[in-house]
Structures are given as C-alpha cells and as structure tokens.
C-alpha cells in the first residue's frame, strides 16, 4: 500500500491488521486503514473489493476476525454501545422504512442513543430534529409519509435522521445510489456542507468525479485490499484507473473546481493512438 505522506493526521477511527468478512468467506485480511479526523473520506473501487465491507466494520456492524477497528484509541468493542451510537453513524445502502410512519417521526428514531427509562423526549431532542429537517429540506414534508416521498425525498429523510443522531462522524453506503444526478450533487452538496460544519464523513462511493470532487481523502481498494491512499490530485491517475478498474483514460481537471475528472479511452482507438508519456504522468491540481 502507498501511503499518504499526511497518514500522521489524527485520526478518531480506523482497522488494525483486520480480518474482517461474511460467515467463513473472508474479504480483508490484515487491514490497516486511518480515516483522519474532520476529513471526507471517500472508499472507492471496483465492485466487490471490500469497500462496503471496511464500512460495516468502522461501524460496528461487522466484527473481525483478527485484528481490531479502533475508536478513540481503543477497541470499538470495550466502548458501550450507547456512546458508539453518540459517536459515529451510519447511512446503509438500502434501508425500509416501517409501514405508516411520517418523516418527522423516522427522523425522530435518530435521537434513540439519548433516550433511556429515566431520560424520555426533551426540548434538545425536539430541536435536534427540527435542525435536521430544515438541513435536508423536508420541513414541508414532514407530515407526509415517507412511502409517498420520491426516491430523493425519502433519501433525505434518512439523511435527515442520520443527522439528528448527532454523531461527529457519518458513515454513508453508497447514499446516491438509484438518485438521478439532480439529486446525487443535492445530496452531495449536504454531505460537503455537514463537513464544512466539522463532521467527519466516510463514504463509499461509485462515482470517481464525484469523490474527487467533495472528498479531501481518498482510500482506494481492489481485492479486499488498501492500495492507494490520499489526496484526489495525488491518487487519481491514469495508472491506478488502468489498475485498479481495468480502464485505459486520461485524467484531466474538471472545467469548474479543477478536481480531476477520468475520462475513457476509445477502446477502438486505443491501441492505435497510445497515451502519450506526458499524459500519463499529468498531475491535476486542484482549485477549491
């Protein structure tokens, strides 16, 4: 694995040589991965090379074999579940509603970690929610049930209660999947605004443009394994493009943030007109 020249940063979450899969099918091995505090963090790989899973990890929903996920400099499992759950949070790839319930009480089930027999519902709980609501935008929807909202609307909603969980760090699984594109940069734009405002964010996404674009860390996996690590203009190359996803492009720099964008070769053209030396080598530096 390359390392990033800042992996000194402090870092509140990350694995130590894990081992970490699926009943007896094991995914990782010997994983050592650092998601530097206050960054936004994108995972990005082929399908099935373990981004999913190094998330479910972080999160406490996977548990390795080996090795450890380490939060706060101990073990995620010596802390109690309750200040897990105050701590970090996490948006899974497909989440079902129950039947019947409105947006603003599904955005409500995110202040469960403060609730206990002595401690119900207070005023802090109730603000929390509102803040959430007015972050995603569903102060209008939040009488209506959330199996009559669109796919972006009912994103939100589980943004939304993501974000009343009021957790330093948010964890996100491939959260604009099945978004049209109007609604993933929405989407994409909360996310950036939640870490402008200090959040830690770790996301698993798909899209190459869309991780150079908001991350500021990139972690780049193929078969279950860290490859690459850190800044977008430093990690996304023609040659780990061609590595790591099997595909011939350039990389140049977006037209408006100047983040780099992979472009494919013509397959047909390719092996007549190779990339130029220069081309592969070319570095973009990004302007935000």
């Known amino acids: 694995m390359t390392r990033d020249p800042q992996s000194s940063t402090t870092s509140r979450l990350g694995t130590q040589d894990a081992t970490i899969g699926y009943d007896r099918r094991t995914i990782s091995e010997h994983l050592d991965v650092e998601v530097p505090d206050r960054s936004f963090t994108a995972i990005i790989g082929p399908n099935g090379c373990g981004k999913s899973t190094l998330l479910r990890a972080l999160a406490r929903v996977l548990e390795p074999t080996a090795g450890r996920v380490v939060l706060d400099g101990r073990s995620i499992r010596e802390h109690r579940s309750k200040d897990v759950a105050r701590t970090l949070g996490l948006l899974p790839q497909t989440s079902l509603a129950p039947d019947g319930i409105r947006v603003a009480d599904l955005v ?129 190359t023609p040659e780990l493009v061609e590595q790591v996803f099997g595909l011939r492009a350039l990389v140049v720099p977006d037209p408006v943030t100047g983040t780099p964008v992979v472009v494919p070769l013509d397959p047909r053209t390719a092996a007549v007109h190779p990339v130029e030396p220069h081309d592969a080598d070319r570095r973009v530096v990004p302007t935000r």
């Open 108 to 236: 409500a089930r995110g202040r469960a970690p403060y609730q206990s027999l002595l401690q119900q519902w207070r005023a802090s709980d109730e603000e929390a929610v509102d803040a959430a609501l007015r972050a995603t935008h569903l102060q209008d929807l939040s009488g209506r049930l959330v199996d009559e909202l669109s796919g972006g609307q009912r994103q939100r909603a589980w943004v939304a209660m993501l974000l009343a969980q009021d957790t330093p760090i948010m964890l996100l699984d491939e959260p604009t999947t099945f978004l049209d594109i109007a609604h993933q940069y929405e989407l994409m734009e909360m996310f950036r605004t939640f870490h402008d405002e200090g959040k830690t964010i770790v996301a698993v996404l798909h899209d190459l443009a869309q991780a150079a674009r908001y991350a500021d860390h990139l972690v780049v996996m193929l078969d279950g394994a860290v490859v690459r690590t850190g800044p977008p203009h430093e990690v996304i």
